[in-house]
């Protein structure tokens, strides 16, 4: 099973990203998928969660009104759209799937966001 994240990079206060992230050698359908992140020196927080289906989302407050989260699931991919970014939404960005039959979970490596001017 691999998850890769892909889409992270360096991006000025108030622009916009796109994350995605491909699974690969699961049932990418069967999962409940999730975005975390982990700033320098803090601890790794949920971000946002879609379930396996799409049809429930949760945005964690910090970013309401400012990220959305999707996937495609023929195409194994989920998605996280990230617009009016803060210097504080730095952090690497994670995505992780959790099997709704027998709670197996998977993690990407992660990408790197940096907001800065």
């Known amino acids: 099973v691999q998850l890769v994240e892909s889409g992270g990079g360096l991006v000025q206060p108030g622009g916009s990203l796109r994350l995605s992230c491909v699974g690969s050698?699961?049932?990418?359908?069967?999962?409940?998928m999730m975005w975390y992140r982990q700033a320098p020196g803090k601890e790794r927080v949920t971000v946002a969660r879609?379930?396996?289906?799409?049809?429930?989302?949760y945005y964690a407050d910090f970013v309401k009104g400012r990220f959305t989260i999707s996937r495609d699931n023929p195409r194994n991919t989920m998605t996280l759209e990230m617009n009016s970014l803060e210097p504080e939404d730095t952090a690497v960005y994670s995505c992780?799937?959790?099997?709704?039959?027998?709670?197996?979970?998977?993690w990407g490596q992660g990408t790197q966001v940096t907001v800065s001017s």
């Open positions: 879609i379930s396996s289906a799409g049809g429930s989302t």
């Open positions: 050698g699961l049932a990418f359908r069967s999962y409940d």
């Open positions: 992780k799937a959790v099997g709704i039959l027998d709670g197996s979970t998977y």
